[in-house]
């Protein structure tokens, strides 16, 4: 069983499921170079106790020796230093380096852009004392330095240094990755597209490999594999051991982004098509997605099962070129994603661009935490969409909506699906619904008046709390625990979606054509829908005439 209703009630048509933890980046910076006080004691460490060379001039000759020290290295050992201009797509440059040979460990490509960062301005009096120590305004462009590295346990590492001191580094690493590396020890078989596995021998060992990045361990294995390299193979070349030993210069590490994935692998390819395609169709409105992207293929996903041998090679990379569609939810520095992978695979991913914005903090011991928490969010998400994308609502439901409930010892009013103000505050709520952090009275008072239009945006905070009490009364939502912010219950979910789909899709359309049925040619290719809307209405027709209903 998956731990979403979503996956669950598709589960029949799955070949296997794994979730995986994906892109993983990571601050790394020093402490005490942070702070102008800081800075200054770290220079005089390194310099003996003095601060006398503490000035622009001598932060720049560090710069350019750092500069001078990586292309003369790069040259020795034959490494590729490739200048970047802005918009350039740095990792496709780099995927066309990557090393052949499967023992190649170590450096292999560096990268060189100009990018802003934060850079200590030193003011100096006339007779060399030091007046003040402060950011450059606005934040400058510097070079920083991609070290491109294949490493034995995460395979492609980048490791992003500013090349002006303090030395701010980033960490870019990818899960899958791991866990193709660690499955080929393990010796499961699988093919791989992209960042992807779309076909698995033992998707149940699979997935216990990929929970490994979950758990504690994996802590101490991104700090294992941050030091290995950070101070070997990328800051050495401003400061070399000696540097670093005498001046207690120690990087401290922290999660800045990460995403966390779901990824469905369908038994046919044309299953998955119906299956995301109909979702889409079914949620894009209600949950108003504005970012939906279709990128067609030139290849047809698959209808028959493949072969269920071990592929030839454990490890197949290529880049189909089959239909791939995109959408995005956006919240705040949090995104949900939904797309299409290879011929089966379809994968829902939850990203935090910022960990800072997470309740569990970003440093890199809370990594497991960090995990949890974009977990539990994508699980929200999936039962918040299965519930939108499946409707359903009783008859004793129906006709309890309208009457009054009590909330404490209040008594609220029911609800009345015929008045425009009730129908916007569901459609708002439908679209909040998959919020990660709930929303608040203001969120819904915004969403309901930008819904209704920029003309009639009079729809109040104050008129919020009073159908949010009813929306409670129904047991329709909740308020969250310690908070002022509220979430829905997933029956409470089906029941308004239904509510809408049974006026908006069923009730509207129908009545509105069965009073003057269309005339004319059919279209020569109707869809599904538009068929099963003109046999309803001609039936509704019929039953008009035969009961006396004037047209």
Known sequence: MHTDDFSNYYSSLLDGAYDCVDRIVLNAYYPMGQSPAGFRFWWRALHDGSDATLDNEHLMRMAGRLSRRVRAFAKDRQIPVLDCHQGERKHELAEQHIPKDPSFTGVFLILVNRAPSPVWDVQKSKNGTIMN?????????????????????????????????????????????????????????????????????????????????????????????????????????????????RSGFRYVFSVYQGEY???????????????????????????????????LGTKRRPFQL????????????????????????????????????????LRIEVITHNARVLPCGCLLDRFAE??????????????????????????????????????????????????????????????????????????????????VGAENRSYTPRMASYDLKKLRGKEILRKRERSRRYETISEGLHTLTALLVLREKVVKPVLAGAG????????????????????????MHNLFQTIGIAA
């Open 133 to 245: 120590i402060a950011r450059k305004k606005p934040m400058p462009y510097v070079n920083h330095y991609s070290f491109h590295i294949v490493d034995p346990e995460w395979g492609h590492v980048t490791v992003r240094l500013c090349g002006h001191p303090p030395f701010n580094a980033q960490f870019i690493l990818n899960g899958h990755e791991y866990v193709a590396l660690q499955a080929e020890k393990t010796g499961i078989g699988f093919t791989k597209s992209g960042n992807c596995f779309t076909s698995v021998a033992d998707a149940s060992r699979l997935a216990l490999v990929a929970d490994t990045l979950c758990s504690e361990n994996t802590i101490g294995r991104l700090r294992q594999v941050c030091e290995r390299w950070i101070y070997s193979a990328c800051l050495c070349f401003a400061l070399d051991i000696a540097d670093q030993e």
């Open 261 to 295: 994935s779901r990824n469905l692998l369908f038994m046919r390819g044309t299953e998955l098509d119906q299956v995301f395609q109909g979702v889409i169709d079914r949620t894009r409105a209600r949950l108003d997605v504005k970012t939906l992207k279709t990128i």
């Open 306 to 345: 493949k072969s269920r041998k071990p592929p030839r090679q454990e490890v197949v990379v290529e880049r189909p070129a089959h239909d791939l569609t995109v959408f995005k939810i956006h919240f705040g520095k949090i995104t949900a994603k939904c797309y299409t992978k290879g011929e089966r695979a």
């Open 370 to 451: 960090i995990v949890t928490h974009l977990k539990n969010i994508l699980n929200r998400f999936l039962d918040a969409m299965h519930c939108i994308d499946i409707a359903c609502i009783s008859d004793v439901q129906l006709d309890d909506l309208s009457t009054p409930s009590r909330v404490g010892k209040s008594q609220v009013g029911g609800i009345d699906i015929s008045k425009p103000r009730i129908r916007a505050v569901i459609e708002g709520v439908i679209e909040l619904a998959v919020a990660p952090n709930g929303f608040s009275i203001s969120d819904l008072a915004d969403k309901v008046n930008t819904i």
């Open 516 to 539: 003057k049925p269309k005339r004319g040619p059919k279209p020569k290719n109707p869809s599904r829908i538009d068929t099963h809307y003109r046999v309803l209405q001609h039936e």
